[in-house]
């Protein structure tokens, strides 16, 4: 059964840190692994989307890389901004490739 | 118009209750997904339809009844249910992961179910 830890749970950063969320998962067996943002009370809004053969994914300030064979993801965001502020979410599919497995989140906050 | 919309937004219930929730995509996709996010934990995958067949029922309790008319439009039928069903349940929506489609999920705002 696949598992998703997300570290850390909660981190809080001053406006224009570069940071590091992380990511791991216990089934290497993955077909593509995705980002998402999720606001207070919202939906989930998919950031990016790594497939297994792919080790990296960037759109605008952030960057997304994948180590499918020792299990790990990273969410990289550039000049963090106030609107970042969310909680960040990893989801390696679990074999087939739709079927995703989440971690509990990243609650990030970005303050002025 | 928004890719995936989920109605209502807000649902109080009592245990007695039958209601359901309406998830609609304007993506063109052919699978649709229930997912429910309790608190503190991670979201939960409920059920999958592709092209309006059930494929995965997550050993779900009968009082959630899953229903997909047609690609579009996924309900979830409600009834019986317990204080600790009270949840955010989520819709999704996805190509199959054929030839250039990746797969990708995409979510709606969720119907926020409260059950007295």
């Known amino acids: 059964k696949q598992e998703v830890t997300q570290i850390p749970a909660a981190l809080s950063v001053p406006e224009g840190e570069n940071l590091v969320l992380n990511c791991s998962f216990t089934?290497?067996?993955?077909?593509?692994l995705q980002w998402f943002r999720q606001d207070p009370g919202k939906g989930l809004t998919s950031l990016l989307l790594?497939?297994?053969?792919?080790r990296e994914q960037t759109s605008g300030r952030l960057n997304a890389s994948l180590d499918k064979s020792s299990g790990r993801s990273t969410l990289y965001i550039a000049a963090s901004q106030p609107g970042d502020s969310a909680t960040y979410l990893c989801?390696?599919?679990?074999?087939?490739?739709?079927?995703?497995?989440f971690g509990t989140g990243t609650r990030l906050q970005v303050t002025l | 118009e928004t890719g995936v919309t989920q109605t209502p937004r807000h649902l109080v219930m009592g245990m007695t209750n039958k209601k359901s929730l309406k998830c609609e995509q304007h993506?063109?996709?052919?699978?649709m997904y229930w997912y429910k996010q309790s608190a503190k934990k991670p979201l939960e995958l409920m059920f999958v339809?592709?092209?309006?067949?059930?494929?995965e029922n997550n050993s779900v309790p009968s009082r959630f009844s899953p229903e997909c008319p047609n690609s579009s439009h996924l309900f979830l039928h409600l009834h019986t249910l317990q204080p600790e069903d009270s949840a955010l349940y989520l819709c999704?929506?996805?190509?199959?992961?054929?030839?250039?489609?990746?797969?990708?999920?995409?979510f709606g705002e969720g119907s926020r179910l409260t059950v007295l």
């Open positions: 999704a929506s996805s190509r199959p992961p054929i030839g250039v489609a990746t797969g990708e999920l995409f």
């Open positions: 089934d290497s067996a993955i077909y593509n």
């Open positions: 790594i497939q297994s053969s792919q």
């Open positions: 989801a390696p599919s679990a074999g087939t490739a739709s079927k995703l497995t």
């Open positions: 993506l063109g996709h052919n699978a």
């Open positions: 339809y592709n092209f309006k067949e059930q494929t």
